[in-house]
């Protein structure tokens, strides 16, 4: 599962938790809902056969948390990653444009001492809507990224204020990119998301073609331009539907 010396570390560190609580291995065991042997293996560095879930149980029961990071190429991975976020980014501002929202790109804030920033921020001046958009190409942990997205948009406002925009109301839209474990892994946080971001994809586009006073909040998935619908110049063709525009901007539809 993990390079040998790493996986004795993690078990070292189990272990001298597991201690820091004075439980034996029975009771964590217990806490984490696993067998003793399995502890007993994790302790031992033995990961060989213990899958990420069990891992997983096992840190919470402890009161931490596992990273796993996937290495590749040095940072070709990040530079991957990042082309695939430029991208999204890239049809979203189109698609946006389309629609008549004027558009802010990484907008970096510094407000009470609070600093960050809004990946796109788009104002709507007809509705007095503002819209920030938290842009990821995969799905984040989940707590982190709704906190995130919850101080920006509380500042969202004051942020707004700086360009002259004097929202009535402010909506909050996650955007990932349309791929099955995206999609699988908001299933498998679906009461989170629901209570969060309520609102789904073609909610989500229903409200950026025509905003409503509501404080919409929701996700919109977009695909992935660079790998569907793409003509021999490099361009895509889309169609907002409910619009009746067309753009070759190099945009999919957000559907």
């Known amino acids: 599962m993990l390079p040998s010396m790493d996986t004795i570390r993690f078990g070292l560190r189990v272990r001298a938790l597991r201690r820091q609580r004075r439980w034996r291995q029975e009771d964590l065991a217990a806490a984490a809902g696993v067998s003793r042997a399995v502890v007993g293996r994790v302790e031992a560095g033995k990961l060989a056969g213990v ?12 009161g931490g948390s596992a990273d ?3 290495r590749w190429h040095g940072e070709a991975l990040d530079r991957l990653l990042d082309e695939e976020h430029a991208a999204l980014v890239e049809q979203l501002v189109a698609i946006l444009r389309v629609l008549g929202w004027e558009v802010a790109v990484e907008v970096s804030f510094s407000i009470f001492g609070e600093r960050g920033s809004i990946d796109v921020l788009a104002w709507h001046a007809e509705t007095r ?11 984040p942990d989940m707590g982190a990224m709704l906190f995130g997205m919850d101080r920006k948009t509380r500042l969202a406002p004051d942020i707004a204020a700086d360009r002259g925009w004097k929202p009535a ?10 791929t099955s474990t995206n999609r699988d892994r908001l299933a ?14 073609r909610e989500v586009r229903r409200w950026l073609a ?3 006073p509501e404080k919409l909040a929701g996700v919109l998935f977009l695909r992935n331009a660079r790998t569907k619908g793409v003509t021999g110049r490099g361009r895509q063709r889309v ?4 619009t009746g525009a ?6 999919a539809s957000p559907e």
């Open 210 to 212: 025509a905003p409503g």
């Open 51 to 62: 899958t990420v879930g069990v891992v997983d149980q096992i840190t919470v029961a402890l």
């Open 129 to 139: 809507s503002l819209a920030v958009f938290e842009i990821k190409s995969v799905t």
């Open 239 to 242: 169609r907002l539907r409910g």
């Open 246 to 251: 067309r753009t070759s901007a190099g945009a």
């Open 68 to 70: 796993i990071v996937l």
């Open 169 to 178: 109301n402010v909506a909050k839209i996650l955007v990932l990119g349309d």
């Open 188 to 201: 498998r946080h679906e009461a989170t998301i629901r209570a969060a971001l309520p609102a789904g994809t």
